[in-house]
């Protein structure tokens, strides 16, 4: 097949993982005879340094030509917060990147990687059958709702809005209800409906929506709880739905399960088959340039977008078995090593990229 990848490399060790996952789509297009052309869109720090915006115009304009788009991590130092390059990255550069396409609909997968489960913090009996799909909407709530700043009586007094619609909780349960109903057919909405008004309209609209998938068992928790239960009991839940604000905090809870956030990569979908591919962590500007970082959420990215982009089931898969098979033979990033692995088996960040693309190259 041909498509049109368009590549946004992100910040610090963004270009490193990004490299990789682009070394990899190379590798796939070799062995299955496709032809991925890619564009390099600017955003974030790089485009602010050029153009003094984070999400320029133009970036837009060619993204909208293309059939998918890869993307690294945005963002710099946490004591840089208030600094103009890096301060309001995410308003300035990924929410509208999401909105401008109406990606409402985030994926977040957390499934135990066996080779590598004496990572968790968690007592493996606890983690060893954990499978989880966290789908969050992403568009809409808190994070684009009105926000306010006032000063009373001398005080500054700041709010922020949580909103949503009828329309946009249904289409996302419809997404999660459907994604249900291909695994183990067991979905949780996590709110907080004893509290707060939106809540409660969350599960009104995914009750109503309940009755068209009788197949599909629905219960309900409080996010409070649901976060507890992610520790103490996660191999219960199948398919998580809830809001944005509550799924970003979830998916990034539920990464500690496995031991390294740079684990898992994230798929931001709509109504069509475009979508947007990323890791789910930061930048980690302290490692940057080390050629350490752990590329692996950025090459499963790539397995995301061949997935639900392009509907190449096969390709998908052979870049997940391969990386589990570089797992299985002992071989690990830095952040994956602990004491009584084995040292020669610790590769950088091109290494392990290099690792991935032979055991596609030489896989049936």
């Known amino acids: 097949m041909r498509a049109k990848i368009g590549i946004l490399k992100g910040d610090y060790i963004g270009p490193e993982i990004i490299a990789e996952a682009e070394k990899v789509l190379t590798c ?38 293309c059939d998918a788009l ?12 208030n600094h103009p390059k890096w301060s309001g990255v995410e308003q300035k550069a990924i929410l509208p990147l999401r909105k401008h396409f109406n990606l409402y609909n985030n994926l977040r997968e957390t499934k135990t990687i066996a080779p590598l489960i004496h990572l968790s913090p968690i007592k493996e009996k606890i983690v060893e059958n954990v499978n989880i799909v966290i789908v969050r909407e992403l568009t809409s709530g808190i994070y684009f709702g009105q926000k306010k ?4 009586n001398g ?21 999660a209800f459907e994604i249900a109903r291909k695994r183990r057919r067991k979905l949780t909405l996590v709110a907080k409906s004893n509290v707060l008004k939106s809540s409660l309209l969350w599960r009104e609209v995914v009750e109503r929506i309940s009755k068209d998938y009788g197949d599909v068992k629905l219960d309900y928790m409080h ?31 539920a990464s500690v399960l496995l031991g390294s956030i740079g684990l898992l990569p994230s798929a931001s979908l709509g109504d069509s088959t475009f979508g947007l591919y990323e890791p789910i962590h930061g930048s980690a500007p302290s490692i940057a340039g080390k050629n350490i970082a752990n590329p692996i959420s950025a090459i499963l990215s790539v397995a995301l977008m061949l997935r639900y982009s392009f509907n190449l089931e096969n390709e998908s898969k052979h870049i997940e078995e391969s990386i589990f098979s570089v797992l299985e033979e002992g071989f690990r990033t ?3 090593f602990i004491e009584g692995d084995d040292l020669s088996k610790v590769l950088g960040t091109a290494e392990f990229g290099d690792k991935v693309c032979h055991k596609i190259m030489i896989s049936d």
Do not use: C, W
Not at 149 to 152: A, F, L, Q, V, Y
Not at 155 to 175: F, L, P
């Open 149 to 152: 700043e006032e000063i009373i």
């Open 70 to 81: 890869l993307k690294g991590p945005f963002g710099g130092p946490p004591e840089d917060i």
């Open 223 to 253: 996010v409070d709880n649901a976060s507890m239960q992610l520790i103490l009991n996660p191999s219960q839940f199948d398919v998580i739905l809830t809001s944005n604000m509550f799924g970003d905090i979830l998916s990034d809870e």
């Open 28 to 65: 796939i297009e070799k062995k299955f005879n496709h032809q991925f052309e890619r564009t390099y869109l600017e955003a974030s720090g790089e485009a602010f340094d050029k153009y003094g915006k984070h999400l320029p115009e133009h970036t837009i304009i060619e993204a909208k030509k």
């Open 334 to 336: 830095q952040d994956l």
């Open 155 to 175: 005080e500054k007094i700041y709010s922020d809005t949580e909103t949503y619609s009828e329309s946009e909780i249904s289409r996302i349960a419809v997404k």
